[in-house]
């Protein structure tokens, strides 16, 4: 009978060992949140660079957001930044909880992933150096047009039917113009006004009956409402309070 009941004690000791640890685990899993994004689409991702030229940290609207839904869900915001392609897949294979990079809701991209609720307005622009006979999209034809691979940008000039070159970043894109290698860069609207904030002699060329309105959103797996919930309440909060509009003012005006 005691032997029996030295054994039963120490099967019950050995699984609340075995429970802490797997408590333990989970606790552990479930302190970050890790954000993919792209850091190359400044002001809502890019890598500030410190003044003596060396590497900075992730900066910008989306940087911030994402840092805010992680305080207000209880976990630190961990940020992976990915090619920009890449992450729809890297949502889906696991590898990311949540992509946050500016991207636009589209219909094609809902086919593979769910999407939190709109969060800034944005649409597609052309930059043109000052004096480009380039004034409305239609004029594009026939010259040579810069996009980024996989953004928006290049799905419209698609459409419009005209050829293109895809490069890998905007900054890319831009050194094309600048250097005379492109006549014209299609990328979206806060975007560009960084980029010709940069560049002197750079124009934005708006074309409202070409370019609709795109709404950016927070990509999370299909399926994965549990997050897209507290994501979605969060972004909720912030557009009520106004600490989204006052994060808009300060990168986007301060550009
Ligand atoms: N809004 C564009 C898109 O979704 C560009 C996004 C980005 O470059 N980060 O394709």
Known sequence: MKKTLR??????????????????????????????TN?????????????????????????????????????????????????LIALNNGQIDAAIAGMTITEERKQSVDFSIPYYTATQVMI???????????DMQ???IAVVQGYTGETCVQNLGFEYEAFKKGTECIL????????VVVIDSATAEKFIGDNPGLVIIEDNTQFEK????IAVAKGNTELLDSINTVLQQIIDDGTLADLAVKYIDEM
């Open 128 to 138: 043109v150096k000052e004096g480009s006979d380039i004034q409305t999209a239609a």
């Open 39 to 87: 850091a190359e689409f400044p002001p809502f991702e890019f890598i500030s660079s410190v003044n003596n030229g060396t590497i900075g940290e992730f900066d910008g609207i989306d940087i911030n957001i994402a840092k805010i839904i992680g305080e207000k869900i209880g976990k630190t915001a961990e940020i992976s930044n990915i090619e920009f392609d890449s992450l």
């Open 7 to 36: 054994a039963l004690s120490l099967i019950v000791a050995a699984a609340i060992i075995l429970c802490c640890f797997a408590g333990c685990g989970e606790k552990k899993e479930s302190e970050k949140i890790v954000f993919g």
């Open 176 to 183: 094309e113009l600048v250097n005379g290698k492109c006549d």
């Open 214 to 217: 795109e709404e950016y959103g």
């Open 142 to 144: 026939g010259k040579k």
